[in-house]
C-alpha cells in the first residue's frame, strides 16, 4: 500500500486530505508539533480504513529538526502533502516583527526546509509526489493580508520552481490554490457560499489533481478565474482599492 | 460568525453564533469566553433544544476512538452522526443498540434526547447501552460518569437536552446482527382498537410501530398499519442479498429542492396521501426482507424532507401515555380528527418500562405527529397538552418547541431534581438554550 505523509495534521484541511487518502486505501503518516492531539485522528482513520496510521511529532518553525524528522520516518511517504500554514493578524504583524517572523517561517522558510529534504530523496528515487498547499492570497498582495500573502506568494514560486527541477527526475508536484475555505480558521468570517469550499471538497479535489497529474489547482475552481481577473487590474487602478 | 439558525422544524429561526472545536482545551476556552453556550450537534432535535445566541458545534469532533469488533464496544467523540457509524459497524456485523428514525443525529444528541427507537419495549432508551462518557461541565472540568461513578450527572446527562455541559466522547455496546437485512412483517388494522390489540399480540418482536391515519372516523377511526421486525439471519436472504449479507445496494437519495408553498399541504392532500399509504398494502397481512435503510430510516431517502412543510416550518407534537389510559390516546385522536389537524405518517409506538431522572420514555402508549405552523396551532397544542397532563403523560423535548412552562414541570416528576444536580455541576456557569430558558429550568 502507498504511504500518504501530512505535513502539519491539526488542521481542518489536513483532517479532510488525511481522511480521503486514507479512503483510497494510503497508509498515513501524520505529523504535527502536539503529536499528542493526533491520537483521536489515528484511531480514527485506522477504524474506518483499515489503513495503517502513524504520528509523527513535527514543528515547522524548528529548521533543524526537519533533517532528523524526515530520517526518522520508518517508511519514506510516496507522498508528501504540506498543508502547515499561519494565518496570523496582519497588523499585528505590520507592527510586531515576531509575529511578521512567525507567518513568514511558517508559511515559507518551514515549508522550504522540510521540502528541501524530502525533494533530494524523491530525486535520488527518482519516484514520488510532492503537494503544496498554498493559498490565492499569494498571487496578488492586497493590504488585508500581504505579509501572509507575501508568505504564500514565496511558497509558491517555490513550488513551481522545484515541479521544473524535479520533473526531469520522474517526481511530480502539485501547487494547491485554495481559495475561501470553511475552516476553524475562518469561522469568524463571513464569507460568500459560493465561492466557500468544504474542507471534504478541497481534499476531493487535491486527490484528484494528483491521480491526474496537475500541476496546479484552485480550488473551488471559480478560483482561477476571479484571480485571473484580480491580477489583470492595473497596478494603478489596484493601488487605490481597499481590498 | 453570527447566522440565521434553526432545528429540523423550522422552528423557531434565531440569530445565533456557532463555533467548532477539534481539541477538549477549545471547548474550555469557549467555556471561559462565554457567559452561556449550549451544544449542537446535526440539528437533527425538531425544536428549539440546541439553540442559543452562542452555540458549540461538536460535528468536527467525530473521531472514533476504539471499536472492538469482538465485543461491539464502540468508543467515540460526540459529533459523530449514526449514518458514520453504521457504515463503520454494520460491515463488521454490529448495529446501533438503539436508533431513532433518522440516522442523521450525533452520538451527543442521541445521549442528550436519550432516543428510543422501534425497540423501546425490548432494549430500551440508547441510555441503556452507554458504558460511559465524558461530560465538560460549567467549572472547566471533563469529567467521567456512569451508571456507578457519579450516576447523578450521568443520569442527568441522559435526557438531559445538553443543560449539564458539553458531552464530548461515549462508549457504548452494539448490538451483534448476521444480515443488514431486516425480516419485516406489515399487517393492516381496520381501527385502533385492533391496532393495539397487534401491538399486544406482536409484542414478542424486536422492533415494533404502526403508522396511524389520524382523519378518519366513526369504523375506521385510528386505521393503521403495525410493522414489526427482526434482524434477519443469512438463512432467511434470498440469493442476492445471501451474496453479501453485511453491505446494501447502493441507493442515491432524493432530495426536496426548495420549501414547498404552504398550500401544498392541506386536509385533502394530506387525506389523499394516508389513503395511499393505507391502500398500497393490498393485502392484510406482508411479510418481506428488506434492507435496514428503508425499515428504520424511510424519511432518510428523502433529503430535506422538512421543506415539504414549506418555510413557516412544523412542529412535530410527540407524547407519551401510561398503558391503563388509552381513553386518553382516543381523546387526542378524536381531537386532532376533528380539528382536521391530521398530519402525515402519525407514529405510534408502546414503550417498555423505564424509570429514570429526565429521559423522555417510560411504559406506555407514544404518539409522534407533524403539524405545519399556522395561525391556531399552539392554542390547538395547548389544548392537547392539557389532556396529556390530565392523563398523567409528557411531551418529548427533542420535538418541543413551544410547550408551556408549567407542562413541563407538572409532567416531568424529577424535574426538581434535575435542575438541582445541573446547577450543582456548573455553579454560575450555565449552559443554556432557548427551550431551556422557555422552560425556565435554569
Not at chain 2, 193 to 211: C, G, H, K, P, V
Request: charged share 20%.
Amino acid at each position: 500500500m502507498p504511504t500518504a505523509l501530512i505535513l502539519g495534521a491539526g488542521s481542518d484541511i489536513a483532517v479532510a486530505i488525511a481522511r480521503h487518502f486514507a479512503g483510497e486505501k494510503y497508509d498515513i503518516q501524520l505529523a504535527a508539533r502536539k503529536v499528542d492531539s493526533l491520537y483521536p485522528l489515528q484511531q480514527d482513520l485506522q477504524i474506518r480504513n483499515q489503513v495503517k496510521v502513524e504520528s509523527f511529532a513535527f514543528d515547522a518553525t524548528d529548521f533543524d529538526s526537519h533533517a532528523a524528522f524526515y530520517a526518522g520516518l520508518p517508511v519514506k511517504p510516496d507522498i508528501t502533502i504540506c498543508v502547515f500554514g499561519y494565518l496570523g493578524e496582519q497588523e499585528k504583524a505590520q507592527a510586531n516583527w515576531s509575529e511578521a517572523a512567525r507567518i513568514i517561517h511558517t508559511n515559507y522558510t518551514g515549508a522550504v526546509s522540510i521540502l528541501n529534504i524530502v525533494a533530494e530523496d524523491y530525486a535520488a528515487k527518482g519516484a514520488g509526489t510532492i503537494v503544496g498547499i498554498s493559498s490565492v492570497a499569494g498571487e496578488r498582495g492586497r493590504q488585508s493580508n500581504y505579509i501572509y500573502g507575501s508568505a504564500k506568494a514565496g511558497f509558491t514560486a517555490y513550488l513551481s520552481g522545484l515541479r521544473n527541477r524535479l520533473f526531469h527526475k520522474g517526481v511530480h508536484v502539485l501547487s494547491v490554490q485554495p481559495g475561501f475555505v470553511y475552516t476553524r480558521m475562518t469561522e469568524h468570517l463571513k464569507l460568500p457560499a459560493l465561492l466557500t469550499a468544504q474542507p471534504q471538497q478541497v481534499a476531493k479535489d487535491v486527490y484528484k489533481a494528483t491521480v491526474k497529474k496537475k500541476n496546479t489547482l484552485y480550488t473551488k475552481w471559480c478560483w482561477k478565474y476571479i484571480m485571473l481577473i484580480i491580477k489583470s487590474i492595473p497596478e494603478g487602478i489596484f493601488k487605490k482599492l481597499k481590498l | 460568525m453570527e447566522k440565521r439558525l434553526a432545528n429540523w422544524g423550522n422552528y423557531p429561526v434565531i440569530s445565533c453564533d456557532e463555533t467548532t472545536f477539534t481539541q477538549v482545551d477549545q471547548v474550555e476556552d469557549m467555556i471561559s469566553s462565554h457567559s452561556s453556550i449550549i451544544a449542537r450537534g446535526n440539528g437533527r432535535c425538531y425544536g428549539d433544544a440546541s439553540l442559543a445566541t452562542n452555540s458549540v458545534s461538536t460535528l468536527k469532533f467525530d473521531k472514533v476512538l476504539q471499536f472492538d469488533t469482538s465485543t461491539g464496544v464502540f468508543e467515540c467523540q460526540s459529533g459523530i452522526t449514526l449514518d458514520q457509524i453504521l457504515e463503520i459497524a454494520v460491515p463488521k456485523g454490529w448495529f446501533l443498540p438503539v436508533t431513532p428514525g433518522t440516522k442523521f443525529i450525533t452520538v451527543g444528541g442521541a445521549v442528550a434526547s436519550d432516543v428510543h427507537g422501534k425497540n423501546h419495549h425490548a432494549e430500551g432508551s440508547f441510555s441503556n447501552h452507554i458504558i460511559d462518557m465524558d461530560v465538560i461541565t460549567g467549572k472547566k472540568e471533563t469529567l467521567t460518569c456512569s451508571k456507578e461513578v457519579l450516576p447523578d450527572l450521568f443520569w442527568a446527562t441522559c435526557g438531559g437536552m445538553g443543560l449539564t455541559g458539553i458531552i464530548t466522547r461515549v462508549k457504548f455496546g452494539l448490538k451483534k446482527i448476521e444480515t443488514a437485512y431486516i425480516k419485516q412483517k406489515q399487517i393492516k388494522a381496520r381501527n385502533l382498537d385492533e391496532l393495539i390489540r397487534l401491538f399486544e399480540e406482536y409484542n414478542q418482536y424486536t422492533y415494533s410501530m404502526a403508522w396511524i391515519d389520524c382523519l378518519q372516523k366513526g369504523d375506521s377511526f385510528g386505521r393503521g398499519i403495525l410493522i414489526v421486525g427482526e434482524h434477519a439471519t443469512r438463512e432467511e436472504l434470498n440469493a442476492q442479498q445471501a451474496a453479501s449479507p453485511l453491505s446494501l445496494p447502493d441507493k442515491r437519495p432524493l432530495s426536496v429542492p426548495f420549501n414547498f408553498p404552504s398550500f401544498a399541504l392541506n386536509t385533502f392532500t394530506v387525506k389523499a396521501f394516508n389513503w395511499l399509504y393505507y391502500a398500497k398494502n393490498t393485502k392484510r397481512e406482508i411479510n418481506n426482507v428488506i434492507p435496514y435503510e428503508p425499515f428504520f430510516y424511510p424519511l432518510d431517502a428523502i433529503l430535506h424532507w422538512n421543506r415539504g412543510y414549506g418555510k413557516a416550518g412544523f412542529v412535530q407534537y410527540q407524547f407519551v401515555l401510561p398503558l391503563d389510559k388509552k381513553e386518553g390516546l382516543v381523546e387526542i385522536l378524536k381531537r386532532i380528527s376533528d380539528a382536521g389537524l391530521g398530519s402525515f405518517l402519525a407514529v405510534l409506538k408502546v414503550f417498555g418500562h423505564q424509570d429514570d431522572l429526565i429521559s423522555f420514555p417510560r411504559q406506555g402508549y407514544t404518539l409522534a405527529l407533524d403539524f405545519p405552523v399556522r395561525k391556531g396551532l399552539f392554542a390547538f397544542l395547548d389544548e392537547l397538552d392539557e389532556v396529556v397532563l390530565q392523563y398523567g403523560g409528557r411531551l418529548y423535548l427533542s420535538k418541543d418547541a413551544r410547550m408551556k412552562k408549567d407542562v413541563f414541570w407538572q409532567s416531568y416528576p424529577n424535574a426538581q431534581r434535575f435542575a438541582e444536580i445541573v446547577k450543582a455541576y456548573n455553579g454560575d456557569k450555565i449552559f443554556h438554550s432557548v427551550q431551556s430558558e422557555r422552560l425556565g429550568i435554569n
